[in-house]
C-alpha cells in the first residue's frame, strides 16, 4: 500500500539519485527511477516524464496504466501545451477542460509541470489523478522542485538521455507509418485498458 511522503522527503531521495555516482549503474534509466519515487510516494493515479524533441514532446517514463499514445506535438493536449508554454497547468476537473484529450476514463484530474532551464523547456512532468480537485500546493510545490533538479540534471550528467531520445526519435521518423505505429510489447495497452482509452491524442 502507498503511503503518503512529505514534499522534503521525496525532494530528497530524488536529488540523491540524480547526484549519485551509480545513477547509471542499472539499466533502469534515472527518470524511471525519479518516477517511481514520485508514484510510490504519493497517491499518483499516473505520473510520466516527457522531454522536448523537435517539435513533439516524448515520454521517457511513466508508472501506472500504459497510456495509448507515446509522443504529443507542441501544442497539443496539456502536455504539448506546457511543453510548448513552459507553464504550469493545474486541471481540478478534466471533464470541463476543453485542452484536455482524454487518456483514461479514470482520470479526474491533472497537474502538468514543465521541466525547464533559463526559460528554455526540456520537458514536462505529468500527473493524473482519479480523484477530482486531487492537486493541492504542496503536490505544486514538489513537482516544481523535481522540475528544477531534473533541468539541472538534464543539462550536465543527464545530457546523454537528451540525446538518446533525439537519436532515437530520429531513428523512428525513418521508420514506415506502420512501423512508428508498432509500440514495444511491454508497451501495448491490454485490452481491458484500450477499452478505457478514448483516441490516439495527448492528455
Known amino acids: 500500500m502507498k503511503t503518503y511522503r512529505s514534499t522534503r ?4 531521495d530524488v536529488k540523491r539519485l540524480l547526484a549519485s555516482r551509480d545513477v547509471y549503474s542499472t539499466r ?5 527511477r525519479a518516477v517511481e519515487i514520485l508514484h510510490a510516494g504519493r497517491h499518483y493515479f499516473w505520473i ?3 522531454l522536448v ?3 513533439r514532446v516524448v515520454r ?3 508508472r501506472g496504466p500504459v497510456p495509448p499514445c507515446h509522443s504529443f506535438a507542441l501544442g497539443t493536449g496539456n502536455v504539448g501545451t506546457t511543453g510548448q508554454t ?6 481540478p476537473d478534466v471533464s ?3 485542452t484536455y484529450s482524454m487518456c483514461f476514463v479514470e482520470t479526474k484530474s491533472e497537474i502538468v509541470v514543465p521541466i525547464k532551464l533559463a526559460g528554455h523547456v526540456l520537458g514536462v512532468i505529468d500527473v493524473e489523478s482519479d480523484q477530482p480537485d486531487a492537486f493541492g500546493i504542496h503536490d505544486r510545490i514538489l513537482l516544481e522542485l523535481v522540475a528544477e533538479e531534473l533541468a539541472r540534471f538534464l543539462t550536465s550528467r543527464g545530457k546523454f538521455l537528451v540525446r538518446h531520445a533525439r537519436e532515437k526519435a530520429a531513428e523512428e521518423s525513418s521508420k ?5 505505429g508498432q509500440q514495444p510489447a511491454s508497451e501495448r495497452p491490454q485490452p481491458e485498458r484500450m477499452k478505457a482509452a478514448v483516441g490516439d491524442r495527448s492528455h
Open 86 to 91: 513552459g507553464l504550469v497547468k493545474v486541471v
Open 48 to 50: 510520466g516524464i516527457y
Open 176 to 180: 514506415t507509418p506502420q512501423q512508428r
Open 28 to 32: 533502469i534509466s534515472p527518470l524511471e
Open 9 to 12: 522527503d521525496l525532494l530528497s
Open 96 to 98: 470541463s477542460d476543453p
Open 53 to 55: 524533441v523537435g517539435d
Open 60 to 62: 521517457q517514463a511513466f
